[in-house]
């Protein structure tokens, strides 16, 4: 059944009065988004959903329903969103196994005037997804890419946190960790020393390491969010001490089971300063190293020397050069 199928079908769901005037706003709000401007040989990249099927917006819905063709991570996944919403518009697969030869097929159907939707499996494409190389030919291509924004798992994980303010709205996404132990302990150490908030993804058979990590590195005080299977029947949402993380996942087997984004929360007194004193000291270094070197180049010497990110200290260093 079609989506205007379901709007039409309220009347009959409702009672009396009441459906109808429901069943008229949202045909009426099809009917503005449908209106809008849907420009041809565009690439769309469509954000869908990271669990509940009700959280794709109608302008993706109707984004997905003007295309010509949808370029998905997973045609079998997107088929799913498809069924419940009752789109039909013909599937490609567009992977990161295939992405250099879907970029070229989508690139020459642009070309011809066809609208083009990108999805991935959930969230957002080309954003810690497939798909940015695709967005890349086809700007490259001189055609336009237009975003469809909708839900995601780092915005949604960060609005439960609380880990943010009106003062300080900054914060990181680092995305996945490195799996083996040495290498994930110097990751963290190098994210978990600025001053703001990190948001990462983490799978379930790490996720015990990973905050074990964090524990060991951060202090037992040091806060940390863990968002579960976020929009989907079995949300978790707790924020909690370090200290406490290793007891809260024993409590329930079922802790350890879904999907994870973990918000390391900004560290408070002496470790907030402690970071602030690591980010003056990388500016003198790069004050210095930028009298010799090109701004590349002092990002990763700097890098080496301090253990800071390497396009933390990049953007620094650009900002330096460009106030010289």
Do not use: C
């Amino acid at each position: 059944m079609t989506v205007e199928a379901r709007a039409a079908g309220t009347q009959d769901e409702g009672t009396g009065a009441s459906g109808q005037v429901s069943a008229l706003l949202w045909a009426r709000m099809l009917e503005r988004v449908r209106s809008q401007d849907w420009p041809a040989g565009a690439l769309y990249v469509v954000a869908t959903p990271i669990g509940n099927l009700g959280d794709l917006g109608l302008r993706a819905w109707q984004a997905l329903s003007q295309a010509d063709v949808v370029a998905a991570e997973d045609t079998r996944a997107t088929r799913v969103l498809f069924d419940a919403w009752g789109l039909t518009t013909p599937l490609m697969a567009a992977h990161r196994h295939n992405e250099a030869g879907a970029a070229q097929n989508i690139v020459a159907r642009l070309r011809e005037g066809a609208r083009v939707a990108l999805v991935s499996d959930a969230g957002a494409p080309a954003v810690s997804d497939p798909g940015a190389r695709i967005v890349r030919e086809v700007r490259a291509a001189g055609l336009r890419v237009i975003p469809v924004p909708g839900a995601s798992a780092v915005i949604s994980a960060l609005m439960a946190s609380g880990a943010t303010s009106d003062e300080n709205p900054a914060f990181l996404f680092a995305g996945f960790a490195p799996s083996k132990a040495t290498a994930r302990q110097n990751w963290l150490r190098q994210w978990g020393s600025l001053p703001v908030p990190v948001v990462l993804f983490e799978s379930p058979h790490r996720l015990a390491a990973m905050l074990d990590d964090m524990l060991a590195l951060f202090g037992a005080a040091r806060l940390v969010t863990v968002a579960r299977e976020l929009t989907k029947r079995y949300e978790q949402v707790e924020t909690l001490a370090l200290e406490d993380a290793a007891a809260w996942l024993a409590q329930d087997a079922h802790r350890l089971q879904g999907e994870f984004v973990l918000v390391l929360h900004e560290a408070q007194a002496d470790a907030a300063d402690q970071g602030g004193q690591a980010l003056e000291q990388a500016d003198e270094l790069l004050s210095a190293l930028l009298r010799g070197v090109s701004v590349r180049d002092a990002a990763r010497l700097a890098a080496q020397a301090l253990g800071l990110p390497r396009d933390v200290l990049y953007a620094r260093a650009l900002a330096l050069k460009q106030a010289d």
